[in-house]
């Protein structure tokens, strides 16, 4: 649902975010926020060289130490740009990238990357794609229609590869056997999954994919990938039979989730199970938030950045949690308040972390310390760049779909039609845990807890 511009205003913002050199922000004005989300698009855009006949990068990606996942990561955010800001001046660039890594299957399985390409990378690019179908990013050589076939085909290879083999069920992290991991069962493969099916539901209107929405978002909860609390775990082993969680917890599979479940609370209008899930997965997400009393409502990675151990791929994980924050608020009316504030908080600070290099605006990774920190690379852009310009996604129109068509029920129908190649989905899990089947979870202390905190920032 499309809403207005929702007026928050911040309840403190203390003096330490007045930095000298900082990219000036008023988050409530759309041309300053605009202005901002530019400044740090161009810094963003300038660590990329794939396009120059003189690079030894391959078109389409950034070079080491980025993974290619990341790249597909990037785009994503660039389509989300242009959408939210009106800005076409990347758009050839983004596409060609984009199609430059398609490979000749149309799936974004290019060869070159069999060595580091698991589910969850697939799912980065597929993901830019579907951007791209939901917010008509079209061109001669890129009709919306294509990039919703490339959105789907990542789907269609992707079921086809759900292992019942352990674990009842659910994606290896990996694609490929030679590659580490591959016996690793994550939240990253698997939550991608549930999104994109999610996604791709709301968009066309085709029930199988709720279903395998569905089945999916059972598997996770069955193995404790997500637990009472809407705690969102790594993984686990599936030759240990997925018996054991590894308990580490990264923002951006918390957004990536949460934004799964908003698309299929819209695309059912509003239905209990998916709309209570996105309510506990946005309290859930507060442990990501306010890393020190005066750092209030703040994005941070805590497994990895108070430590200042985050690795590359680490770097950017805030970005997504931002990104799918924003998407989420305009699909559910009843979250948008809420995610409001915490991205005008973090925004507020992330602008004052953009204080760095020869211009005085690169970006920097702990938005928490007042002033730039010292890190910069393309996921610390990315982070900054996605909080700032999510607060301008209540002025823009929400993903489009096919047509003013939604699912009516969330119960499986095996007579749906089933998308190309796309075999009929397996039976949910019965019992699925905690979150399982169709129930309303019953909300756990931390659900609680974050909810109430939510509650004392919007009080007046």
């Not at 759900?162 to 694609?175: E, R, Y």
């Not at 978002?217 to 990938?225: E, I, T």
């Not at 306010?290 to 497994?303: C, D, G, H, K, Q």
Request: proline share 6%.
């Amino acid at each position: 649902m499309y809403m207005p511009h929702a007026k928050i205003h911040l309840l403190a913002i203390v003096s330490w975010l007045s930095v000298a050199g900082a990219i000036p922000l008023d988050v409530n004005d759309d041309a300053s926020i605009k202005q901002a989300a530019s400044t740090i698009a161009y810094g963003l855009m300038t660590y990329y060289t794939g396009n120059q006949s003189s690079s030894p990068v391959a078109e389409g990606t950034f070079p080491a130490p980025y993974y290619w996942w990341e790249a597909g990561a990037a785009w994503g955010a660039m389509i989300e740009y242009w959408h939210y800001t009106s800005d076409s001046t990347y758009n050839d660039v983004v596409t060609q990238a984009l199609l430059s890594q398609i490979s000749s299957t149309e799936d974004f399985m290019p060869p070159a990357e069999e060595g580091q390409e698991g589910n969850d990378d697939q799912f980065f690019w597929g993901a830019a794609a579907m951007s791209a179908a939901e917010y008509n990013f079209s061109s001669p050589s890129a009709p919306a229609s294509r990039w919703l076939a490339l959105a789907a085909a990542v789907f269609n290879d992707q079921v086809l590869r759900w292992n019942t083999a352990t674990c009842a069920g659910g994606l290896k992290w990996q694609i490929y056997p030679s590659n580490t991991g591959y016996d690793y069962k994550n939240t990253a493969a698997n939550g991608g999954f549930f999104q994109l099916a999610a996604r791709l539901a709301r968009y066309t209107g085709n029930a199988t994919y709720v279903e395998w929405a569905t089945t999916t978002w059972d598997w996770m909860a069955g193995v404790g990938l997500v637990d009472a609390q809407y705690a969102v775990y790594d993984g686990t082993q599936d030759g240990q039979n997925c018996s054991q969680v590894n308990e580490l917890s990264f923002s951006y599979t918390h957004g990536m989730l949460l934004y799964g479940c908003a698309a299929l609370a819209n695309a059912t209008n509003g239905s209990a199970p998916w709309t209570g899930r996105a309510t506990g997965l946005l309290a859930a997400t507060t442990r990501f938030f306010t890393p020190f009393p005066n750092a209030s409502l703040v994005m941070f990675e805590p497994a990895c950045e108070p430590q200042a151990s985050c690795n590359a791929d680490q770097l950017s994980f805030k970005a997504y949690l931002a990104r799918w924050l924003a998407a989420s608020a305009q699909l559910v009316p009843d979250l948008t308040a809420a995610i409001t504030t915490l991205l005008q908080h973090s925004a507020q600070a992330a602008a004052a972390a953009c204080a760095g290099g020869a211009r005085g605006d690169t970006c920097g990774q702990k938005w928490y310390v007042g002033g730039f920190d010292g890190s910069v690379g393309v996921g610390q852009q990315l982070g900054a760049l996605e909080v700032v310009q999510g607060l301008l996604a209540q002025q823009r129109s929400p993903p489009n779909v096919t047509a003013a068509v939604h699912i009516s029920v969330v119960a499986a129908t095996t007579t749906a039609p089933v998308p190309t190649a796309t075999p009929q989905p397996k039976p949910a899990l019965g019992g699925g845990g905690p979150l399982g089947g169709a129930g309303r979870a019953v909300p756990g202390p931390w659900v609680l807890l974050g909810l109430g905190l939510l509650g004392a920032v919007l009080a007046p």
